[in-house]
């Protein structure tokens, strides 16, 4: 029977999902339109695609590290109760570890490659299962990936901190992790700060109320004071130490190790957050 677009059209309409997902379950079952609907349902696409317009900013930020290489992923989900669950936990640990292991340059590289967890199917298919099963919309979101000498920090899954180092020194790069974690620092020095970054400030600095009526010299005297404390409070070894305030990261390491780069996750960040209103809900649910 020949697939037409308008059949394609049809089912896609009927259960959500996307042209190809489509186009092939009516080619599976010759044109049949309920058993493709079926087949759909069955693959856990119909129901996955039909949730990918929801609001998912929940979920976890975890980091998985085998021999000299690590990652830290970042997996939303809907709720903070499915972020809790065991399989949704399980999905984001073979996230991690296929990251680690495949090395993909993009999230849509990553969808596409088999899971590291052993099962035989993509990442992309995997979620769909999860949707399926779990009743929830979840993204991949993000991933970074690092090789050398690596050491971590989660807090609760929420805060996740992967930690580049040119020597080993677990005790010391925990601290670190911890740290950055807690302080939440921008950039390793100064060095990385962006000029146009600090220009930027300097700007927001000069144009305050306060120092409007100084003459140009002293104004520019005190916004670079200024300046040179905001830019310690985004350099991770200018930073106090979160464990002994008394001494700076920098002071902390030096000697030990040298910090070669950090990547810190929080969980959401930037993403639109559910609004749930109760009573709407129970009202949607007794069909008023």
Same mark, same amino acid.
């Given at each position: 029977?020949?697939?037409?677009?308008?059949?394609?059209?049809?089912?896609? =309409?009927?259960?959500? @999902?996307?042209?190809?997902?489509? *186009? +092939?379950?009516? &080619?599976?079952? #010759?044109? /049949?339109?309920?058993?493709?609907?079926?087949?759909?349902?069955?693959?856990?696409?119909?129901?996955?695609?039909?949730?990918?317009?929801?609001?998912?900013?929940?979920?976890?930020?975890?980091?998985?590290?085998?021999?000299?290489?690590?990652?830290?992923?970042?997996?939303?989900?809907?709720?903070?109760?499915?972020?809790?669950?065991?399989?949704?936990?399980?999905?984001?640990?073979?996230?991690?570890?296929?990251?680690?292991?495949?090395?993909?340059?993009?999230?849509?590289?990553?969808?596409?490659?088999?899971?590291?967890?052993?099962?035989?199917?993509?990442?992309?298919?995997?979620?769909?299962?999860?949707?399926?099963?779990?009743?929830?919309?979840?993204?991949?979101?993000?991933?970074?990936?690092? =090789?050398?000498?690596? @050491?971590?920090?989660?807090?609760? *899954? +929420?805060?996740? &901190?992967?930690? #580049?180092? /040119?020597?080993?020194?677990?005790?010391?790069?925990?601290?670190?992790?911890?740290?950055?974690?807690?302080?939440?620092?921008?950039?390793?020095?100064?060095?990385?700060?962006?000029?146009?970054?600090?220009?930027?400030?300097?700007?927001?600095?000069?144009?305050?109320?306060?120092?409007?009526?100084?003459?140009?010299?002293?104004?520019?005297?005190?916004?670079?004071?200024?300046?040179?404390?905001?830019?310690?409070?985004?350099?991770?070894?200018?930073?106090?130490?979160?464990?002994?305030?008394?001494?700076?990261?920098?002071?902390?390491?030096?000697?030990?190790?040298?910090?070669?780069?950090?990547?810190?996750?929080?969980?959401?960040?930037?993403?639109?957050?559910?609004?749930?209103?109760?009573?709407? =809900?129970?009202?949607?649910?007794?069909?008023?």
């Amino acid at each position: 029977m020949e697939i037409t677009a308008s059949l394609v059209k049809e089912l896609r =309409e009927k259960t959500g @999902a996307g042209i190809l997902d489509a *186009k +092939k379950a009516l &080619v599976e079952n #010759n044109g /049949d339109l309920e058993k493709a609907a079926e087949y759909l349902r069955q693959k856990g696409i119909a129901s996955a695609d039909k949730k990918m317009n929801r609001i998912a900013a929940e979920g976890v930020v975890d980091t998985y590290i085998e021999g000299n290489v690590g990652a830290v992923v970042e997996v939303n989900c809907e709720t903070d109760f499915v972020a809790k669950n065991a399989d949704f936990q399980e999905l984001v640990e073979g996230v991690a570890k296929t990251v680690v292991k495949a090395n993909p340059a993009t999230v849509e590289d990553l969808m596409a490659t088999q899971c590291a967890c052993g099962c035989g199917r993509t990442i992309e298919e995997r979620v769909k299962e999860k949707i399926a099963t779990i009743g929830e919309k979840i993204t991949v979101r993000r991933f970074v990936r690092y =090789e050398g000498n690596l @050491a971590t920090y989660v807090h609760n *899954k +929420k805060i996740a &901190v992967l930690l #580049n180092t /040119d020597k080993a020194d677990e005790v010391l790069a925990k601290d670190v992790c911890l740290h950055i974690a807690s302080s939440a620092p921008e950039f390793v020095s100064r060095n990385e700060i962006p000029s146009d970054v600090i220009e930027e400030e300097k700007r927001i600095e000069m144009g305050k109320e306060d120092l409007a009526k100084k003459p140009e010299e002293i104004r520019a005297k005190i916004v670079e004071g200024r300046d040179n404390k905001l830019m310690a409070q985004r350099c991770l070894l200018e930073q106090p130490f979160v464990k002994d305030p008394s001494q700076t990261v920098g002071q902390l390491i030096e000697g030990k190790m040298n910090i070669v780069k950090f990547e810190r996750f929080v969980l959401g960040e930037g993403l639109e957050k559910r609004k749930d209103n109760f009573a709407d =809900e129970v009202n949607a649910q007794l069909g008023k």
